[in-house]
């Protein structure tokens, strides 16, 4: 009975979080005037490989500069942007901007992915692929450093032109990655179909597996396919110098989260970057033994 309820307890800890539950309605013609007047910006969360404590990568996570509310946060406006069918263009202005951006850095020294979300409504869209392609080689940036982000429900829905577009996007050079991994129903059979690079582990195992025996076989199993299928691991939302030891003993090859640092605007990004070695983990984790 007492491991009923740690199960349950534990389930419930795994449910993502709601994402605007409290957030108010935000009216389309809102939205679109933000979209045009450049009011939404990428932000980037660096990924750092555990075993050496390299910067490798950046997530660009959208952040709306609102001119009343201040910078928000995905969780309140992207179910908006998506149901007022806005979201495709959302996803060229973070796609454009963030290769933009990504290509100053490569030029600059700093060759760094750059991980890009997907929304599932943009993803069986005829001729996403070319587009994709076309904006990204537009400025440049090589396809082979550009990561994009499919979460796992998305990737479960994906049939005929999503994995079509999936696999031409393999093709060309693009990462793929399996995010959120562990909160669908089951993706098994979906990483069978779809040519992924990446699995990232969602935050609410990475959360838990410190504490919860089960979480932790849970966490591991998945560490363990996304090896044989020869798919590099990502632990997401790592916050505590335990969670880091934990994923680094597992295996698990990048670590992203608040420990390390948090989505920053893209100029402070260089400067992050310059300033960052293992150490500073080190020397914030005083507590854990050896990083
Ligand atoms: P995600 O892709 O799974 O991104 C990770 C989320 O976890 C981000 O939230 C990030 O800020 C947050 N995070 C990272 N490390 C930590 C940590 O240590 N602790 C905690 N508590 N949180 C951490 P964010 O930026 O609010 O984005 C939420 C979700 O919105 C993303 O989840 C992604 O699914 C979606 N999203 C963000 N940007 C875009 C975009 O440009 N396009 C689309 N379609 N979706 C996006
Ligand atoms: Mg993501
Ligand atoms: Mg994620
Ligand atoms: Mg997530």
């Known amino acids: 009975l007492l491991d009923l309820l740690a199960l349950h307890q534990a389930s419930a800890l795994h449910k993502p979080r709601p994402a605007n539950a409290a957030a108010p309605a935000v009216e389309r013609d809102e ?23 390299r910067v490798v990568g950046v997530e660009a996570l959208v952040r709306w500069n609102h001119p009343h509310r201040g910078l928000l946060a995905p969780g309140a406006f992207l179910a908006a ?23 100053t850095w490569h030029q600059r020294g700093l060759a760094l992915t750059l991980s890009v979300n997907l929304s599932l409504s943009s993803l069986g869209r005829v001729e996403l692929a070319e587009r994709i392609v076309e904006v990204v080689s537009k400025h ?17 829905q994906a049939v005929g032109p999503s994995l079509e577009n999936l696999t031409r996007l393999r093709l060309r ?12 129903y089951s993706a098994l059979q979906q990483l069978t179909r779809v040519p992924f690079t ?21 966490v591991e199993s998945s560490l363990d396919i996304a090896r044989k299928l020869k798919l590099k691991s990502t632990a997401e939302g790592i916050e505590t110098p335990q969670q880091w030891e934990m994923l680094k003993a597992m295996g698990c090859d990048i670590a992203q989260g608040y420990l390390i640092a948090k989505p920053m605007p893209a ?16 020397r914030r984790t005083s507590s854990a033994p050896e990083v």
């Open 140 to 156: 440049g940036f090589p396809l082979s450093s550009m990561i994009l982000e499919v979460t796992e429900s998305a990737a479960m």
């Open 267 to 282: 100029e402070a990004l260089p400067d992050w970057v310059a300033r960052w070695h293992p150490g500073s983990l080190k």
């Open 31 to 53: 939205i679109a005037a933000g979209l045009k007047k450049g009011e939404f910006v990428p932000y980037f969360q660096p990924k750092v490989e555990m075993d050496s404590g």
């Open 81 to 103: 942007v998506e149901s007022h069918g806005l979201m495709d263009h959302l996803t060229w202005i973070v796609l454009s901007q963030s290769a933009a951006i990504g290509q």
């Open 173 to 184: 050079g693009f990462g793929l990655s399996i995010d959120d991994y562990g909160t669908g």
């Open 198 to 218: 990446e699995l990232k582990i969602d935050q609410s195992f990475v959360r838990t597996a410190v504490q919860h025996e089960t979480t932790r076989i849970v």
